[in-house]
């Protein structure tokens, strides 16, 4: 995902789909692949059941002749988009919009997707030049409750990322501290660690606020005396 034009130059290519879906499918996905300039390929999430299903999406394939391993959508970029204003974490299931982040496993981020029951949901990536193959599957999300996290990320990930958009849009901060749903899933792709992912305790919070209250009544104290 990313801010490319929304013009796209659509050209034929013949895929080979490396995961079988099947109409029974209860929950599953497949992709329709666009192509052209920026490599777009279209998740189509199938959801058959009588309930909204959380989930993520871990997707792999061969790219230019280079295979690259499956891993959670969201994962590569996620501190990107979100210092950049194109994607939130989640702090409640009840409205997650397309492109929402949440924490995995209390030690990375990515997308979490909400598919209404029975329904289907058209989940637009790119990237995927000149691809050849791909592999992808769903998995299923719980939530553990709402946490506050610090999150600490290298630079070279948004300076890749706007090596890949052909666009500089500045610098960006470090580090960030956000409130999360915890998002538990298993078998969730390739692991890489490009950040590293705390959770702060509540009394840390609380105390911090006592302390900040503190201050402020000294402030508040001295000018009266000024």
């Avoid at 210092?83 to 919009?97: A, H």
């Avoid at 029975?118 to 999300?141: C, H, N, Q, W």
């Avoid at 538990?184 to 590293?196: L, N, P, Q, T």
């Amino acid at each position: 995902m990313g801010k490319y034009p929304s013009f796209h130059i659509r050209q034929p290519i013949q895929i080979k789909v490396e995961n079988e879906t099947s109409e029974k499918c209860k929950l599953c996905v497949e992709g329709e692949y666009v192509g052209g300039q920026y490599g777009e390929m279209i998740w189509v999430m199938h959801n058959g059941t009588n309930k909204t299903q959380y989930v993520g999406l871990v997707r792999g394939a061969t790219v230019q002749g280079e295979e690259i391993p499956e891993y959670l959508f969201g994962r590569a970029f996620g501190d990107v988009y979100y210092l950049l204003g194109m994607s939130e974490f989640i702090y409640t299931t009840t409205n997650v919009p397309l492109y929402s982040l949440a924490v995995y496993n209390g030690n990375t981020i990515g997308f979490v997707f909400a598919i209404p029951p029975r329904s289907v949901l058209k989940v637009p990536e790119y990237g995927f030049i000149d691809m050849t193959s791909y592999k992808a599957r769903l998995v299923t999300v719980n939530f553990e409750g709402l946490k506050t996290w610090g999150i600490a990320y290298s630079p070279s990930e948004y300076l890749q990322y706007y090596a890949e958009l052909g666009q500089n849009l500045g610098i960006l901060p470090p580090g960030y501290i956000v409130q999360s749903l915890e998002a538990k899933a298993i078998d969730i792709g390739y692991s890489f660690h490009e950040r590293i992912v705390m959770e702060i305790p509540k009394q840390w919070i609380d105390e911090g606020m006592k302390l900040g209250s503190e201050i402020e009544n000294i402030i508040s104290k001295i000018k009266k005396l000024l």
